[in-house]
């Protein structure tokens, strides 16, 4: 199976099965030095990085509306040395972004802190899959979802109108899947909320919201793949909620 997926083009997908493989990621297993190394350069350059656990896949593919993979536990060192060998790795990144939507319709989106790896960049709040995430060995991706916006703004999305399905765009660079929230207060009040919450943190991880009103209102720092998901949203032609 390895990666078989189409790629730069929203995909419908009515299920995630992506299964956590307990064994070593070859990726990992066979870079030991170099990943010690890598980390070492990183750490001089940002000392707040943690080497927590994330998630790396070692397969992917789109099979009858369904994302079908296979993932490992990785430190965080080896996903940062991946980072910089894609090309031939035999590995894969996937991450999930709850698409936040105001009760006007605007989208509301994070600017990332200065002392994290993605500085300064604009996308959904959202972090890697961990091994928390998983239920019996299966990605739960809502959880991921609703865990990271709250850790990251304090906004609460467990009770909010969910899109009926996910959706996924595959680039070179990861495969994001998504799916829409919606709650009721406009995006200026939920921007507010998010501030104070930042303002109540000791390390907050983020620099703050990002409103987004039309496709067209694309900001400073937008990572390369929100703007079709900007696009997808303003379009209307997949209203699922």
Not at 43 to 49: F, G, T, V, Y
Not at 51 to 57: A, R, S, W
């Amino acid at each position: 199976m390895n990666f078989d997926l189409p790629r730069n083009v929203i995909l419908p997908v009515d299920a995630v099965d992506v299964r956590l493989d307990p064994s070593l990621h070859p990726f990992e297993r066979d870079n030991q030095a170099a990943i010690a190394e890598n980390w070492r350069r990183e750490m001089e350059a940002k000392p707040a990085l943690y080497d927590g656990t994330v998630v790396l896949l070692s397969a992917l593919a789109y099979r009858d509306s369904r994302l079908v993979g296979r993932c490992h536990a990785v430190k965080y060192s080896t996903f940062m040395l991946w980072r910089k060998n894609r090309e031939l790795s035999g590995a894969e990144h996937a991450y999930a972004h709850a698409v936040l939507v105001a009760g006007d319709n605007a989208l509301v989106a994070i600017r990332m802190g200065s002392h994290t790896v993605n500085a300064g960049r604009v996308y959904f709040a959202a972090g890697s899959f961990e091994p928390i995430d998983f239920r019996d060995g299966l990605v739960d991706v809502d959880f991921n979802m609703i865990r990271e916006v709250s850790e990251e703004t304090g906004i609460d999305l467990s009770a909010a109108r969910s899109g009926r399905r996910y959706y996924a765009l595959s680039t070179a660079s990861g495969t994001v899947i998504f799916r829409r929230y919606r709650v009721a207060e406009p995006a200026d009040e939920i921007a507010r909320r998010i501030g104070a919450f930042i303002a109540s943190e000791a390390e907050p991880e983020i620099e703050g919201p990002v409103i987004i009103r039309d496709a067209d209102d694309l900001p400073d720092g937008l990572m390369g793949h929100m703007k079709p998901l900007i696009e997808w949203h303003f379009s209307g032609s997949d209203e699922d909620v």
